[in-house]
């Protein structure tokens, strides 16, 4: 298998344009989880899905961020519209049976800049 | 305050030294304790894994869970060049499907 799968693995915008993250999960994992990394915040949650289906939202950080999982192969992140403070490195990892006794996957990430 | 602290770092040993990593968090409901590593660019990847207290060693890397103090610990011994990356401690509690990232200790094994 080759792993969670990310793309774009870099993204350049301007401030107000919309940014599309896509995440392809490990076959067969049920969990997908949406991660941010900042040098001053560190590694947070921001959603995460059983079976496709959004089971907290609660770390997304406003009305600007979506996240949707329309099939077990594919899950995207929008932030609509973009902010220079959202720059960041986002992660997609997946996992089967959550991340209490199973292994997170991560995917190598994609580092976002807002200018 | 934070639910798991960690010290940041950067932190820069010799090879051949034994490096301590630590973290503290504050919610007693925690009992499954993990590390992760992440090479510069790259996710992070999962290193050890405990649950409640006690130790738990794989080869060079040594995991310790005080939960009384809550207080968790990696040791490596005979560090080499290539242990160089961040590690990043996690948690989380009975049932959660949450992990709670600790900011991750930078650490650089100098040859």
Not at chain 2, 3 to 17: F, I, K, R, T
Not at chain 2, 95 to 105: I, P, R
Request: proline share 6%; net charge negative.
């Amino acid at each position: 298998d080759a792993g969670v799968i990310q793309s774009p693995r870099h993204e350049v915008t301007e401030m107000g344009q919309e940014v599309t993250l896509r995440c392809k999960p490990i076959s067969g994992h049920d969990y997908l989880f949406w991660y941010r990394q900042t040098m001053m915040r560190g590694l947070e949650l921001l959603i995460y899905f059983n079976n496709n289906v959004p089971i907290d939202d609660s770390g997304m950080p406003e009305d600007r961020f979506s996240a949707k999982m329309p099939n077990a192969s594919f899950s995207t992140l929008k932030i609509q519209p973009s902010e220079p403070r959202d720059s960041a490195v986002y992660f997609c990892a997946s996992s089967f049976g959550g991340g209490t006794n199973e292994k997170l996957f991560f995917g190598s990430g994609t580092q976002l800049s807002v200018l | 305050q934070k639910e798991v602290e960690q010290d940041p770092g950067p932190l820069s040993v010799p090879e051949g030294a034994i490096v301590s990593l630590n973290c503290t968090y504050s919610n007693s409901a925690f009992q499954y304790f993990m590390w992760y590593r992440q090479y510069s660019r790259k996710g992070p990847e999962l290193l050890m894994y405990t649950y409640s207290s006690g130790n738990k060693e794989d080869g060079r890397f040594t995991a310790q869970v005080d939960k009384s103090s809550k207080y968790i610990s990696l040791f490596i011994r005979d560090s080499q060049p290539s242990d160089s990356a961040t590690y990043l401690c996690a948690m989380t509690d009975q049932g959660a499907q949450k992990l709670v990232f600790g900011q991750g200790t930078r650490l650089t094994i100098n040859p």
